[in-house]
């Protein structure tokens, strides 16, 4: 899963991270549960969990599953998202066609899932050698998703658009979710 240095980079309190982190463990613990039977790292018992997995298995389900897996975190993540809206609009009162679309836009912007299969040729350590550097080299390559994000810039990362009610300027927005702290 992608984004962890933009995770890291936005976080502007410890409660930050630990949230971020939180998030992405949330996310990886679907791709887990797909890949569990042939998992080798990380272990099932760890509480925070690393941005990526490995695993050996039969070659002929290697490419389903990690696909399996990369829809469940997609839906997960979507999921997840849809509860935050619906968080934030019990703060700040419906939040309107404007709103929706803005966060269902941002929301299919993340997160990034990458994964490779390489097949396994009896030595171990060769074998995730040249996985790394097939999934290394995937990374690299950037999905490219023109987005318009129009209006104020979100103070925290600088890249979307703040989300807002059409009615509303952004800071009169957050201000009321910052409110609510739970």
């Known amino acids: 899963i992608g984004a962890v240095q933009g995770f890291i980079a936005q976080a502007r309190r410890a409660g930050d991270l630990y949230a971020g982190s939180l998030l992405l463990s949330t996310l990886m613990k679907e791709a887990i ?3 569990e039977p042939y998992l080798l790292y990380p272990q099932l018992q ?4 690393p941005n990526k997995l490995v695993a050996l298995m039969p070659e002929d389900e290697a490419a389903s599953r990690a696909k ?3 829809e469940l975190i997609c839906l997960r993540w979507l999921e997840l998202a849809e509860e935050a809206y619906e968080r934030v609009t019990t703060f700040t009162g419906a939040g ?3 709103l ?5 836009d941002q929301s299919r912007q993340f997160p990034e899932v990458y994964w490779a299969v390489y097949p396994f040729h009896g030595e171990f350590l060769q074998t995730y050698n040249l996985a790394h550097r097939a999934l290394e080299a ?3 390559i950037r999905d490219f998703q023109q987005v318009e994000e129009l209006g104020p810039k979100c103070t925290v990362c600088g ?3 703040a989300l807002h009610r059409k009615d509303e300027n ?3 927005f957050w201000s009321k979710v910052s409110r609510h702290k739970e």
């Open 170 to 172: 952004a800071r009169d």
């Open 159 to 161: 890249q979307r658009a």
């Open 138 to 140: 995937r990374k690299r």
């Open 33 to 35: 549960e797909v890949m």
């Open 46 to 49: 760890t509480p925070n969990m």
């Open 96 to 98: 309107g066609d404007f």
């Open 68 to 70: 399996k897996a990369e």
């Open 100 to 104: 929706k679309r803005m966060w269902e």
